[in-house]
Every structure is written in C-alpha cells, then in structure tokens.
C-alpha cells in the first residue's frame, strides 16, 4: 500500500494502479451532439442541458479516491465535471432522494443530501482527457464517498423523488445506501 494511504483505504479493499472495467451490459455510445442531462421530477423535464450547454457551466478539478463493491480502491485520481450543486441550482427542488439514470437503462439510486454540498459532479474528464465510453463517457456521476456502483456511468439525469427506490444494483441485493467506510455491499451489510 502507498505511504500514507492506510486511512484512505476502507476495510476490505485493495488498491490498484488500474482502473478495472466493470458493466452489466454493452458500452453505451451516444453521440455528443444527440446528449443531454435532464434533471426531471414525476416524469416532468425541470432543466435540461445540452452537451455544450453542459459544458458551458462552471467545471472543477477534483482529486478523490474511488472504492468499488468488488474490492478495489483507486487512489488521487483525477476526474473534471460540473457540480450537482450547479445543476440543482437552476431548479426548484426539495426532493429527499434522487435516481440517477443512465443510457443502457441503468440507475442508482441516492439520497438527495449525499449529491450536494461539494459531494457529487457529472464528470466528464478523467486524468486530463475526456472520459473515456469504457468509463462511463461521455459522462458520469461521480460520487466518491459512497461504492463507485454509485457513481452512474453514461449519466443522462437525475429523477428528484419524495421516497427512496432501489436502483438497478440494488434490486439485485446491492445495499440500498453503499457506504465503503461501513462496508455496505449488500443488503444486510
């Protein structure tokens, strides 16, 4: 383990240099021209972004470590994206949960608190370049303090909800929340 890395490293994970592929299905490839980030409320479209106009929003750099369910941790790495906070900024929301939906058909679902306040971004760089399809590109949801099953790859939105339901991991006995800290794989954890 890299020095000074024991505290960044939650029980039960190793850390790698790589950065393994994992997907329930064939990579998605949406042109960008054809892309857009929806945040909706009952099925209803609130706010919708283009590619551009996406990319026309204030992005950060941010450096965060990354815990996957299946074991691995990756340390420093580098994503850039737009904040959530932006996106939920330009709507009117009070929603305590959100499902974020994907291309494939892919969701995951989160509780609204652990998406704002600086905790989550729609990455659309990683390590300089553009994200890369294999990694969820054009985009995904980055949240890195919860498994990265909940970092969605291939975002296209979040559905605002009064009350929590399972994603498409957590329908299969993922933990409903994905706390790598408390080691939250799987329900019952």
Same mark, same amino acid.
């Given at each position: 383990?890299?020095?000074?890395?024991?505290?960044?490293?939650?029980?039960?994970?190793?850390?790698?240099?790589?950065?393994?592929?994992?997907?329930?299905?064939?990579?998605?490839? +949406?042109?960008?021209?054809?892309?857009?980030?929806?945040?909706?409320?009952?099925?209803?479209?609130?706010?919708?972004?283009?590619? *551009? =106009?996406?990319?026309?929003?204030?992005?950060?750099?941010?450096?965060? /470590?990354?815990?996957?369910? +299946?074991?691995?941790?990756?340390?420093?790495? *580098?994503?850039?994206?737009?904040?959530?906070? +932006?996106?939920?900024?330009?709507?009117?929301?009070?929603?305590?949960?959100?499902?974020?939906?994907?291309?494939?058909?892919?969701?995951?679902?989160?509780?609204? =608190? /652990?998406?704002?306040?600086?905790?989550?971004?729609?990455?659309?760089?990683?390590?300089?370049?553009?994200?890369?399809?294999?990694?969820?590109?054009?985009?995904?949801?980055?949240?890195?303090?919860?498994?990265?099953?909940?970092?969605?790859?291939?975002?296209?939105?979040?559905?605002?909800?009064?009350?929590?339901?399972?994603?498409?991991?957590?329908?299969?006995?993922?933990?409903?929340?994905?706390?790598?800290?408390?080691?939250?794989?799987?329900?019952?954890?």
């Amino acid at each position: 383990m890299p020095d000074g890395a024991v505290d960044r490293v939650p029980p039960g994970q190793y850390v790698t240099d790589g950065f393994p592929v994992l997907s329930a299905g064939p990579t998605p490839r +949406t042109p960008l021209a054809e892309w857009t980030f929806s945040v909706r409320k009952g099925g209803e479209t609130l706010k919708s972004w283009s590619w *551009e =106009e996406l990319q026309d929003l204030p992005a950060e750099a941010v450096t965060v /470590d990354i815990h996957c369910v +299946t074991r691995w941790s990756k340390l420093g790495t *580098e994503w850039r994206g737009v904040s959530v906070d +932006t996106l939920l900024g330009q709507v009117e929301d009070d929603a305590r949960y959100v499902m974020a939906f994907s291309d494939g058909g892919y969701t995951t679902n989160l509780p609204a =608190e /652990d998406v704002r306040g600086g905790k989550a971004w729609v990455a659309f760089g990683y390590g300089g370049i553009p994200l890369a399809p294999e990694h969820g590109g054009p985009a995904r949801l980055l949240v890195p303090h919860l498994y990265f099953w909940k970092s969605a790859k291939w975002v296209r939105g979040l559905e605002l909800m009064d009350e929590d339901q399972p994603g498409f991991w957590e329908t299969y006995g993922y933990h409903m929340y994905g706390d790598p800290w408390k080691e939250q794989r799987y329900q019952g954890d």
